[in-house]
């Protein structure tokens, strides 16, 4: 039985042990309120004083918690924190934190099992085990509590009590209170490290929305700016967010841009970025602090935060923009200004050219045939010496004017800047020789003397503008002639390095200091009083002045009165490619003579132009007319290459051609036109020719067809250059005519000889021809107009737009083109307006031909021996029944005879025989007629 004083110690032990109970109660009660009311920044110093707290609840001299990981199926322990700041051994070493490379398993096997199970370890050091008092012992353990704490059914970690001061256990009912204290403090622990996670990434988030060089607002639902980033402060003008933040209208003007009110788009827009959940972008205007306007791009997105719908504002500032755009819009209307300035300034450069053009032509009209007329007039005997003088006078007025208006139009040209260069390859020689020609034959007419010298080593070609170069030449060139009757013409040229110097001097007239200041001024003219005689506008050597700085050139003149003057042209040069000469006199040549070649055109004229082309390779081909008389041909004969015209009465080339390839004929067919519309070349290759060559056709294109489909082994190589084998020259008792020839106004002869390389005889063929085909013309071309028959109206123009063009009738042929246009576009009113006017000029040219024609002296003093006029007898009836068998016969013994004939005879039957190769019959009958007629007059 227990006595008075067990029971009052009993008594004592129970209180103590109630006051001990109450103790750790107030403890867990007053961590549970630390904990709970712990801000972020104080949490670690709160959880410093709960450690204290519960190692005064637990007795213990050192308490620690570890939190359990585990790494390749292992149990490893962090120290999250203890009190004092070592671990359980006095890990002073190991910092807070960090990973303690500590494995319960590996220290005492046991306490790993009994955690993982959820019982403590509890116990006096001395009591444990060997294993534990290794351990534990070295550090002055006297006794030890570890509780496992579990958060739902995981072991989070464990806290640690130690003693070192006494042996103790801590009974089970206090330990139950430090277990819920333990678990206080974990629990804590890890809201901590959750809001220290929220807090790092709000740091973040704001770091990178700071760094974002885009305006960042955050709205609430009503609108009001509730934060923002750090380029929002900057292009506001504020000092800190404070200075943005609240309602929208407090930053944004009343009315934006475009004269919307601010309060009402903004509500329209904040509706839809809460219903659709975002806006596209669209422009808005802020104030900045400073009051000034900030225009910018933005767009709205609907965001969740703190549970409610917010939406953020992305802004980008376009004020610079703006002010680009606007820049950009100005300069705009500038560049727009400027071009409605300059393109009126070039309408009336136009105006002024198509006015002086216009002029031109309005006068030439009159003017050629006043020219034309009074030459007629000067070529009649019967006029008396009175007479003569007058007409004379007429002429010279008459051509003197038509020259002022061809130079006043060059010289607008080149003061409106409508001339450019045409830079090509060309044979520099060849081009000299061409130039020395045409300063010899008007030297010739005044009886000059005229010589031409080359210093230093010509190159042989050189790349420029040779057209032009050979215009201010002969300008100069022709100058120098006009102003000197007697004595000679000297012209020099000098080759330099990188230059050519180009020395006219003369004996002539000469012209005063005082003039020479106004030699290239326009309209003047040196020493007028003494040149009043002299013919001229004063634009020639402005013009030539002109082009040489174009040039990159200069002129310079020296002259004595009386003595003569000396012209210095110096140019700079550029040395071209032998091998890509175009167009030019040194086109290098093949010959084929046995060479079987066909060409088909329905326009005579054409046809002159394509033999006397072929004739340069010394290939004489066969004619045909039609389509219907080439098939014959080419049925009796194997052609080598055959040249096909496109358009042609009754079956056109394509035709034609697709008719011989259903015959199995594979010999090349190329095609001849002047049709360069885009899509056309396909058209010609289907139908089943092999190449097109554009009319007018020039001697480099023929030759590069010929040298690309004859057979190689009736190609011959042919030595030298064109100019020195092939080319004809005018002969001397025909300078009246080619004089005539030359002042036509819109012939332009040195076109068409070039295109022929300078065949003398084939373009005045071609001129013969002309003047047969527009007396014919008038009244068919009419008749088709008036029956608007389409087909007819369009081969006409068409045929005569190439006739026009191989004589270089220019503008003719570019009238011609129009005609042949607008019928094709069935516009009628065009034609009927313009047909009259195109016909007028055509006879005005007729009538210039008849005239130079009549200047020629065609009468040969022919002696015909018996044999051959027996022959050329059975020639004529054979061609009066247009017999091609019959005809063919005759020629073949003809050809036996022409032995007998003298060199006169044999020119005349030449002419004969390329008029029946081009199947003009009727043409070679009158040449055969005219021949008899002539042998059998009392004069011969």
Known sequence: MFTRDDSHEASLIMLKHIERQAELLWIVNRISAIMLRTEMEDFDSNLMRTLVLIADGGDADYVYIYKNHIREGRHYYTRLCSWPNFGLWHESDTPKGTIAELSLGDLVPEWENLLTAGIHINGIVSQMSESEKAVLSPHNILSILIEPIFLGEQLWGFIGFNNCHSETLIPDEEIILLRSASSLIANAYIRHLESVKVHETNILNRVMVDAIPTICLMHDADGN???????????????????????????????????????????????????????????????????????????????????????????????????????????????????????AAEMAAEMKILFLANMSHEIRTPMNSIIG???????????????????????????ALLDLISNILDFSKIQTGNVDLNHVNFNFVAMIDHVSSVAILLAHRKGLTFKCSIEGDPPECLF????????????????????????????????????????????????????????????AQADAAINRNMAGTGLGLSITKNLINLMGGDIKVESIPGRGSIFHINLPVVLGDSTQIILTDSVKLITAPDAKVLVVDDNQINLNVSKGLLKLCQIVPDLALSGQQAIELVTRNQYDLIFMDHMMPGMDGIEVTEMLRDMGITCPIVALTAN???????????????????????????????????????????????????????????????????????????????????QYDVFSTSLKMMVSEIEGYRKQLTAHLEAEKTEEFELMTHSMKGALSCIGAVELSERALLLERAVCNNDWDYCRANTDAFLVMLETLHDKLVAAFALKDDTPSLEIPAKLRVALHGLSLALKTSDMALIDEKMEHLDDLTDLADDNLLKELKDIEASIMMIDYDGALRSLEEIMKVNDSPTS
């Open 676 to 758: 360069a519309m885009p899509g056309m070349r396909d058209v010609y290759m289907k139908s089943g020719m092999n190449e097109l060559l554009l009319k007018p056709v020039g001697k480099a294109d023929m030759l590069a067809v010929l040298l690309t489909f004859l057979p190689p082994e009736k190609q011959i190589p042919a030595t030298g250059y064109l100019e020195k084998h092939m080319m004809s020259s005018p002969d001397i008792r025909d300078v009246d005519f080619w004089d005539a020839i030359e002042s036509i106004e819109g012939l332009y002869t040195e076109v068409a000889l070039d295109k022929i390389s300078h």
């Open 225 to 343: 700016i509730i934060d923002c980033n750090h380029e929002a402060i900057r292009a506001f003008g504020a000092s800190n967010r404070e200075e943005i933040l609240g309602p929208l209208l407090c930053v944004t003007p009343p009315y934006q841009t475009s004269g919307a009110c601010s309060e009402d788009l903004s509500r329209q827009i904040i509706s839809e970025v809460m219903n659709q959940g975002a806006t596209k972008s669209f422009e808005w205007d802020f104030f900045t602090i400073g009051g000034e306007l900030l225009p910018t791009e933005t767009r709205l997105i609907r965001i969740m935060w703190n549970n409610s719908y917010h939406f953020l504002c992305y802004a980008r500032d376009i004020s610079a923009e703006k002010e680009n755009r606007e820049l950009m819009i100005r300069n705009e209307e500038q560049k727009h200004m400027l071009k409605v300035q300059e393109r």
């Open 373 to 399: 007329m009074s030459e007629v007039l000067l070529s009649n005997s019967r006029l008396s010496h009175l007479q003569r003088s007058y007409v004379e006078n007429i002429n010279i007025s008459a051509t």
């Open 464 to 523: 420029g503008d040779d057209a032009k170069l050979r215009q201010i030449l002969i300008n100069v060139l022709g100058n120098a002639v006009k102003f000197t009757e007697k004595g000679r013409v000297d012209f020099i040229i000098k080759v330099n390095e990188g230059t050519i110097d180009f020395v006219i001097k003369d004996t002539g007239i000469g012209i005063s200091k005082e003039s020479l200041a106004l030699i290239f001024d326009p309209f």
